[in-house]
T-cell receptor, first 114, second 117 residues
Framework: EPEVTQTPSHQVTQMGQEVILRCVPI?????FYWYRQILGQKVEFLVS????????KSEIFDDQFSVERPDGSNFTLKIRSTKLEDSAMYFC????????????FGEGSRLTVL | AQTVTQSQPEMSVQEAETVTLSCTYD???????LFWYKQPPSRQMILVIR??????QNATENRFSVNFQKAAKSFSLKISDSQLGDAAMYFC??????????????FGKGTLLTVNP
């Protein structure tokens, strides 16, 4: 069964460093998302991406964040200069172009900023 | 803005018994979807069940069923004949209908379900 895959599963970085989290969505899906979950808190929407552009972003998704679909298969989230509060589990998701649009999630990438 | 509240951080159930997880939400929309997602330890979230707000009939998927009370904005999940594999974090989520290019979900904080043998 096709699934969304994410790498790395865990990354530890120093504050101020750039981080790129990678996702391979399900191949026939057209909508892509990043969510994050700070430990003990809600899963929060960060950004959605369709037709090679951002379709919606949350207040969390400030200028330090960017997304890209560089090669037609990967979908990346870049954090330019990480802060301690960026430590979280980051989930990638994708969905088809249907009226229902069920989201399929990856296993998540845990980011720890020291 | 829509909000989703899960008031039970943790629940436990004996194997083969029934458990109900609570969820309430707040929205000004009249047409929307509600979901329960399951996240086993170190695994991805998977969809358990969904409910379309315009449907009065409660959704059912095998041992999983919901009690959807639109007026009360309540959406509880009932798991019957609980199995050890049901142990997971359960998230309630909301999405407005007709998202166009965006199917953004709003999640609750989750309920951690433990199944005791």
């Amino acid at each position: 069964e096709p699934e969304v895959t994410q790498t790395p599963s865990h990354q530890v970085t120093q504050m101020g460093q750039e981080v790129i989290l990678r996702c391979v969505p399900i191949s026939n899906h057209l909508y892509f998302y990043w969510y994050r979950q700070i430990l003990g808190q809600k899963v929060e929407f960060l950004v959605s991406f369709y037709n090679n552009e951002i379709s919606e972003k949350s207040e969390i998704f400030d200028d330090q964040f960017s997304v890209e679909r560089p090669d037609g298969s990967n979908f990346t989230l870049k954090i330019r200069s990480t802060k301690l509060e960026d430590s979280a589990m980051y989930f990638c998701a994708s969905s088809e172009m249907t009226s229902f649009g069920e989201l399929f999630f990856g296993e998540g990438s845990r980011l720890t900023v020291l | 803005a829509q909000t989703v509240t899960q008031s039970q951080p943790e629940m436990s159930v004996q194997e083969a018994e029934t458990v109900t997880l609570s969820c309430t939400y707040d929205t000004s929309e009249s047409d929307y979807y509600l979901f329960w997602y399951k996240q086993p330890p170190s695994r991805q979230m998977i969809l358990v069940i969904r409910q379309e707000a315009y449907k009065q009939q409660n959704a059912t998927e095998n041992r999983f069923s919901v009690n959807f009370q639109k007026a009360a904005k309540s959406f509880s999940l009932k798991i019957s004949d609980s199995q050890l594999g049901d142990a997971a974090m359960y998230f309630c989520a909301y999405r407005r209908r007709g998202g166009g290019s965006n199917y953004k979900l709003t999640f609750g904080k989750g309920t951690l379900l433990t199944v005791n043998p």
